[in-house]
Protein backbone atom coordinates (compact mmCIF):
# COMPACT_ATOMS: atom_id res chain seq x y z
CA UNK A 1 0.00 0.00 0.00
CA UNK A 2 1.44 3.43 -0.79
CA UNK A 3 0.48 7.01 -0.54
CA UNK A 4 1.30 9.44 -3.55
CA UNK A 5 2.81 13.17 -2.99
CA UNK A 6 0.07 14.92 -4.90
CA UNK A 7 0.28 15.01 -8.74
CA UNK A 8 3.28 12.52 -8.11
CA UNK A 9 4.06 9.21 -7.33
CA UNK A 10 4.63 7.20 -3.95
CA UNK A 11 6.20 8.75 -1.49
CA UNK A 12 5.09 6.71 1.96
CA UNK A 13 4.71 3.02 1.40
CA UNK A 14 3.33 0.23 3.65
CA UNK A 15 6.27 -2.68 2.36
CA UNK A 16 6.19 -6.54 2.31
CA UNK A 17 8.01 -8.56 0.29
CA UNK A 18 8.87 -12.48 0.63
CA UNK A 19 11.36 -14.37 -1.30
CA UNK A 20 11.10 -17.86 -0.69
CA UNK A 21 10.84 -16.98 3.37
CA UNK A 22 13.47 -14.35 3.32
CA UNK A 23 10.81 -11.56 4.53
CA UNK A 24 10.99 -7.74 4.95
CA UNK A 25 8.30 -5.86 6.46
CA UNK A 26 8.25 -2.06 7.12
CA UNK A 27 7.16 1.55 6.44
CA UNK A 28 9.52 3.26 3.70
CA UNK A 29 9.51 6.76 3.56
CA UNK A 30 11.37 8.21 -0.29
CA UNK A 31 12.10 11.80 -2.31
CA UNK A 32 10.73 12.21 -5.21
CA UNK A 33 11.84 15.29 -7.94
CA UNK A 34 8.91 17.59 -8.69
CA UNK A 35 7.70 15.63 -11.98
CA UNK A 36 4.12 15.71 -12.96
CA UNK A 37 2.67 12.15 -12.70
CA UNK A 38 1.05 12.67 -16.04
CA UNK A 39 4.85 13.04 -17.47
CA UNK A 40 5.58 9.46 -15.50
CA UNK A 41 2.56 7.87 -17.11
CA UNK A 42 3.37 9.04 -20.80
CA UNK A 43 6.68 7.96 -20.63
CA UNK A 44 5.26 4.46 -19.17
CA UNK A 45 3.39 4.08 -22.22
CA UNK A 46 6.20 4.92 -24.52
CA UNK A 47 8.25 2.10 -22.81
CA UNK A 48 5.61 -0.29 -22.69
CA UNK A 49 5.57 -0.31 -26.97
CA UNK A 50 9.54 -0.77 -27.33
CA UNK A 51 10.00 -3.97 -28.45
CA UNK A 52 13.97 -3.82 -28.81
CA UNK A 53 15.31 -5.00 -25.49
CA UNK A 54 18.47 -2.61 -25.62
CA UNK A 55 15.95 0.29 -26.78
CA UNK A 56 13.75 -0.81 -23.99
CA UNK A 57 17.05 -0.29 -21.21
CA UNK A 58 18.07 3.08 -22.59
CA UNK A 59 14.77 4.45 -22.51
CA UNK A 60 14.18 3.27 -18.96
CA UNK A 61 17.58 4.02 -17.61
CA UNK A 62 16.38 7.69 -18.71
CA UNK A 63 13.15 7.47 -17.33
CA UNK A 64 15.30 6.77 -14.04
CA UNK A 65 17.70 9.63 -14.95
CA UNK A 66 17.78 12.09 -11.95
CA UNK A 67 15.61 15.18 -13.05
CA UNK A 68 16.14 18.83 -11.72
CA UNK A 69 19.44 17.37 -10.09
CA UNK A 70 17.64 14.99 -8.11
CA UNK A 71 17.45 11.04 -8.16
CA UNK A 72 13.86 9.76 -9.62
CA UNK A 73 13.40 8.05 -5.93
CA UNK A 74 14.86 8.43 -2.87
CA UNK A 75 14.74 6.21 0.02
CA UNK A 76 15.26 8.28 2.88
CA UNK A 77 13.70 6.48 5.88
CA UNK A 78 12.65 3.06 6.01
CA UNK A 79 11.45 1.50 9.53
CA UNK A 80 10.91 -2.33 9.87
CA UNK A 81 12.34 -5.85 10.14
CA UNK A 82 14.76 -6.96 7.41
CA UNK A 83 15.55 -10.57 5.74
CA UNK A 84 17.75 -11.44 8.42
CA UNK A 85 14.99 -10.89 10.76
CA UNK A 86 16.63 -7.40 12.33
CA UNK A 87 14.63 -5.16 13.46
CA UNK A 88 15.84 -1.61 11.57
CA UNK A 89 15.54 1.69 10.77
CA UNK A 90 17.51 3.19 8.14
CA UNK A 91 18.36 6.98 7.35
CA UNK A 92 19.37 7.34 3.89
CA UNK A 93 21.03 10.58 2.39
CA UNK A 94 18.78 12.83 -0.70
CA UNK A 95 20.55 10.34 -2.89
CA UNK A 96 19.04 7.32 -1.21
CA UNK A 97 22.21 6.18 0.13
CA UNK A 98 21.91 4.47 3.81
CA UNK A 99 23.77 7.03 5.99
CA UNK A 100 22.50 5.60 9.47
CA UNK A 101 21.47 2.20 10.35
CA UNK A 102 20.29 1.43 13.82
CA UNK A 103 19.61 -2.45 14.23
CA UNK A 104 18.77 -4.98 16.42
CA UNK A 105 19.61 -7.97 14.89
CA UNK A 106 17.92 -12.06 14.88
CA UNK A 107 19.60 -12.29 18.86
CA UNK A 108 19.09 -9.45 20.35
CA UNK A 109 22.15 -7.51 19.77
CA UNK A 110 21.77 -3.77 19.06
CA UNK A 111 24.15 -1.79 17.27
CA UNK A 112 24.40 1.72 15.81
CA UNK A 113 26.42 2.76 12.42
CA UNK A 114 26.98 5.88 10.25
CA UNK A 115 27.81 4.90 6.85
CA UNK A 116 29.63 6.89 4.20
CA UNK A 117 28.23 7.56 0.29
CA UNK A 118 29.41 4.00 -0.69
CA UNK A 119 27.42 1.94 2.79
CA UNK A 120 31.03 1.33 4.02
CA UNK A 121 30.78 1.85 7.71
CA UNK A 122 32.33 5.42 9.07
CA UNK A 123 31.63 4.68 13.13
CA UNK A 124 29.86 1.91 15.00
CA UNK A 125 28.51 1.95 18.56
CA UNK A 126 29.47 -0.20 20.32
CA UNK A 127 32.50 -0.36 18.67
CA UNK A 128 33.43 -3.72 16.94
CA UNK A 129 35.96 -5.77 19.29
CA UNK A 130 39.33 -6.18 17.78
Known amino acids: MSFDQFNQDQILNLDYRDNNGQ ?27 IQNPAAKDSFMMKLLAPKHGEPFQAQR ?15 GDPNGHPRIRLLVDSLGTASLEFLDARGNVTARLPETKK
Open 77 to 91: VFLGRNPSKSAILLL
Open 23 to 49: RLVGISMLDRPDVDIGEIARNQDSLDR
